[in-house]
């Protein structure tokens, strides 16, 4: 089945310096890669996602990129700030926005102000 | 919270008892999914509902869990002689252009 390995597992960058997320997936059928931020004690939350037609989306200082020849995708996110501070999860569907979503292991992000 | 509740937000309960859960839409949604998440860990999934079917269920979901979805609105997730490997939050999701989540359900086996 499906699976999905996300890495770093913590990260720590100083206040407004990039972070990178790397997420690899197995299923070459795989088409739809949202990724979702945890904070502390809540619900994870959509902050954004890509379809397999498109190579690169952005949304103000949150990017996401895909390469579906190597199978990876990356999220990104740059001038980071202090409540950047959270764990994010990539995940992968073979069915698209309405799909189940495959997890990755997740990233504790750490940012220092 | 929007889009769904889910009831109660925590339960703890002692090894051996059943526990029901459950996810209310704010509105109509066809597709509905359950999902665990343990410490430390992303959410997995455990099953999920067309309207009123249940149309797959991970290997996750053993014997001692069941899902119904009466009528195709609210669901409900029981699981029978919980175990201390139980302990974990469950999440609710619906769908609209993806998949957002409810606040969950922390469930504690003692």
């Known amino acids: 089945g499906e699976n999905v390995e996300q890495h770093p597992s913590t990260l720590s960058v100083q206040e407004g310096d990039s972070a990178v997320i790397k997420c690899t997936y197995s299923?070459?059928?795989?088409?739809?890669f949202p990724w979702y931020k945890q904070e502390l004690g809540k619900r994870p939350q959509l902050i954004i996602d890509?379809?397999?037609?498109?190579g690169e989306k952005k949304d103000q200082r949150i990017a996401v990129t895909l390469n579906k020849t190597a199978k990876h995708f990356s999220l990104h996110i740059t001038e980071t700030q202090p409540e950047d501070s959270a764990v994010y999860f990539c995940?992968?569907?073979?069915?698209?926005?309405?799909?189940?979503?495959?997890f990755g292991q997740g990233t504790t992000l750490q940012v220092k102000p | 919270d929007t889009g769904v509740s889910q009831d109660p937000r925590h339960k703890i309960t002692k090894r051996g008892q059943n526990v029901t859960f459950r996810c209310d839409p704010i509105?109509?949604?066809?597709?509905l999914y359950w999902y665990r998440q343990t410490l430390g860990q992303g959410p997995e999934f455990l099953t999920y509902?067309?309207?009123?079917?249940?149309?797959?269920k991970s290997r996750l979901l053993s014997d001692r869990f069941s899902a119904e979805r009466p009528k195709g609105s609210f669901s409900t997730l029981e699981i029978q002689r919980t175990e201390q490997g139980d302990s974990a939050m469950y999440l609710c999701?619906?769908?609209?252009?993806?998949?957002?989540f409810g606040p969950g359900t922390r469930l504690t086996v003692l």
């Open positions: 509902f067309q309207n009123e079917a249940q149309l797959e």
């Open positions: 999701a619906w769908v609209t252009d993806t998949q957002y």
């Open positions: 509105s109509e949604h066809n597709r």
């Open positions: 995940a992968a569907s073979t069915s698209g926005n309405t799909g189940k979503l495959i």
């Open positions: 299923d070459s059928a795989s088409n739809y």
């Open positions: 890509i379809r397999s037609n498109v």
